[in-house]
């Protein structure tokens, strides 16, 4: 099992940076497809971008896609989200997730673990 716990949110300005960090415990980490998640209010939890186990392969939502960054530490079982360019539609709770998956998977069904998530609010 894997407990999940982020880190980092906040509000900013519009165009501005906020760097998410995401702790797992658990000695398996490695083992794990990693993913962020966002939910704004009235709307479904959706995909924003995912890590493959050796952090050689990953998947962006084409609404994020130039703008935000994921990395993985295995050494310290660490995901890092960095955003950039924030707009006032990035505002949401962001979750980091894991996977058993092969491949870095989109759906929220393909996660076994979840953290409570963090509040992002980007002002316009």
């Known amino acids: 099992q894997v407990q999940l716990v982020e880190s980092g949110g906040g509000l900013v300005q519009a165009g501005g940076s906020l760097r998410l960090s995401c702790a797992a415990s658990g000695r398996t980490f490695s083992t794990y497809v990693m993913g962020w998640f966002r939910q704004a209010p009235g709307k479904e939890r959706e995909f924003v971008v995912g890590i493959s186990r050796n952090g050689g392969a990953t998947v962006y939502a084409d609404s994020v896609k130039g703008r935000f960054t994921i990395s993985r530490d295995n050494a310290k079982n660490t995901v890092l989200l960095q955003m950039n360019s924030l707009k006032p539609e990035d505002t949401a709770v962001y979750y980091c997730?894991?996977?058993?998956?092969?491949?870095?998977?989109?759906?929220?069904?393909?996660?076994?673990?979840w953290g409570q998530g963090t509040q992002v609010t980007v002002s316009s």
């Open positions: 997730a894991a996977s058993r998956t092969i491949l870095v998977a989109r759906s929220t069904e393909d996660y076994l673990y």
